[in-house]
């Protein structure tokens, strides 16, 4: 059933017309962030600098195409470097030192970004690149498949290993998972998808800047996160709401949208407590 909701999100862009066909176009890209994000979150790992990965692919991207004319090569280099990165900071912090570790890494990326220019090429700040319609039908690809993929994952034995290791690390060495193997594994889909989005939210806004870095973009699929109550297959067409409703509510007031996600993170224990409530409500049905 949510394939079907999957491939019709997808087709809504081309259907409707002006702002509100731009801002679901757009909302898919942030939802295959949220997704490659949760990748990390099955294992254990939550991310609050996953901008990081979308912003490296974007920059990486940008400055590839202005200087050899290559889009790919700069988001080729971008999955395993920001894997290794990732798998790094997974082997030398716990869960809790990585919460911090990716932050600090995402607020260094925000920080030094401005000051990666091409003066004859972006100007000041940023990059400017090519944009066009195909971008959108990628994006909309982009996001079916790896929400579908994201569900296989789920249900899948390697799933199951993730998980295992956010339970406990140790007991799932004792009973024969290959934990690093599965550590290094998800910290390579998670970039390839993150990186994937990144070149895609380049290309939708034709110009790649800092703000690529920002807060906003890390803390969202943690937001996401939050109001599916921890239910990770719900959280592509969570994103896509939760974009939606914050963009429409900042369009009529200024900064509205951090307001309605600051109430999110207060409201969260009773908003995830009430989800998951009526989920067990469904599966006694």
Sequence with gaps: MRVLIYVALAILPFILKGYTSWLIGLALIYSTISISWAILENEGRISMGHSFVVGFSAYLSAITYLLFNSLIAGFLISIPLSATLFYFLKRTTGKTAFVFAT?????LSYVIAPYIVIEEKGGEEGFFIIHSFP????SAFLFVASAIA????????????????K????ASRAVGIEVEKVKLTTSLISSAIGSFAG?????????????????EISI??????????????????TSIALFVVSNYLNALLTGAHLLLYAMLLI?????????????QERLKV
Excluded: Q
């Design 103 to 107: 932050f600090t890494l995402s607020l």
């Design 135 to 138: 971008t959108l039908l990628f």
């Design 150 to 165: 994201f569900e296989s994952f789920l249900k899948s034995k390697f799933g199951y290993f993730a998980k295992a290791i």
């Design 167 to 170: 339970s406990d690390e140790l």
């Design 199 to 215: 070149l895609c939210l380049a290309l939708y806004f034709s110009h790649v800047s800092p703000e690529i870095f920002s807060l």
């Design 220 to 237: 969202f699929p943690f937001i996401s996160y939050v109001v599916t109550g921890g239910r990770k297959e719900y959280i592509a067409l």
């Design 267 to 279: 409201l969260s224990p009773k908003i995830g407590g009430w989800v998951y409530a009526k989920g």
